[in-house]
């Protein structure tokens, strides 16, 4: 296994509770194929939208803390979720973490063309307000309309995303259908695993809705960040990407080729994440 020489060439720590962040990392391999990657994915605990504000800030401490001792220089949470609280989540001073809620708001607001913004988030995510916030932050004027849809992880994480499957299609129908009947015109993919069946949600929408994808905005924002803050690597080999997942390894394996496109298997640990300080 040829992993990532950390002293060499410091890694971007991109974390979530499972495989949506590989939403942000699919993105960011794309837009900086020369940085090095560590990503994270707390599989056993997958997910956390349902869980605590507690609970969610007590996993983001750990996980955060698992990229730092990696070496991470910047670490991406990857997960609208803990994104949601990061204002609140007990910040390591050695690294800046950056969040996918102001880039996708951003891109929201610069899309809507009659300031009403839909959200599909968590149900964490939906009670923390933190997309109605930053989005009447940049503009007060929007109307934004907030739903959890709590059916949509857990088949994700079963790696069903097929655009024929009856389970996927329906559950999407139930939360886009509530969001159209208020007349927005705009969806943010709220939650990172959303982007993975951004095409199921975007024939059940149609056509004249935009969807803004937390991935791939979030990806274009941590570019400008590392750029302006000189953290880019100078490195012009292409970076590699290393693994850790708390849960099964072989099942992520599976939904990290489904997603990335690529056999990622040798290059996926098992780590302890509760023995995190
Ligand atoms: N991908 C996540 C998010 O963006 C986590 C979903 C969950 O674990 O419930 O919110």
Do not use: W
């Not at 605990?45 to 750990?62: D, M, N």
């Not at 050695?94 to 009659?114: E, W």
């Not at 129908?173 to 015109?185: A, F, G, T």
Request: glycine share 6%.
């Amino acid at each position: 296994m040829d992993s990532i020489d950390y002293n060499f060439c410091s890694p971007i720590g991109v974390f979530d509770s499972g495989v949506g962040g590989l939403s942000v990392l699919k993105a960011l391999r794309n837009i900086l194929k020369n940085e090095n990657y560590i990503y994270f994915g707390d599989t056993k605990r997958v997910p956390y939208g349902v869980k605590s504000k507690e609970t969610i800030l007590e996993y983001a401490k750990q996980d955060i803390n698992f990229l730092v001792s990696k070496k991470c220089k910047i670490v991406v949470a990857a997960c609208g979720t803990v994104s949601s609280y990061l204002n609140v989540v007990p910040k390591n001073s050695s690294v800046d973490v950056i969040g996918v809620i102001v880039p996708t708001c951003k891109a929201a607001v610069n899309s809507t063309k009659n300031k009403k913004i839909g959200v599909m988030c968590t149900e964490a995510a939906a009670k923390s307000g933190a997309y109605k916030a930053e989005i009447n932050k940049i503009d007060s004027s929007c109307q934004i309309f907030t739903i959890g849809c709590p059916k949509l992880v857990p088949i994700i994480e079963r790696g069903n995303i097929d655009e024929e499957s009856e389970e996927l299609v329906l559950a999407v129908k139930e939360y886009v259908n509530i969001l159209l009947s208020q007349n927005i015109d705009t969806i943010i993919l709220g939650c990172t695993h959303y982007p993975l069946i951004k095409d199921v949600i975007k024939k059940s929408s149609g056509k004249d809705i935009s969807i803004i994808d937390s991935g791939e905005e979030t990806a274009k924002f941590v570019k400008e960040y590392i750029e302006k803050t000189n953290l880019n690597t100078k490195n012009n080999k292409l970076g590699k990407c290393d693994f850790f997942v708390s849960g099964c390894k072989n099942q992520f394996s599976c939904n990290a080729r489904l997603f990335l496109n690529e056999d990622m298997s040798d290059f996926v640990n098992k780590v302890n994440i509760e023995d995190e300080k």
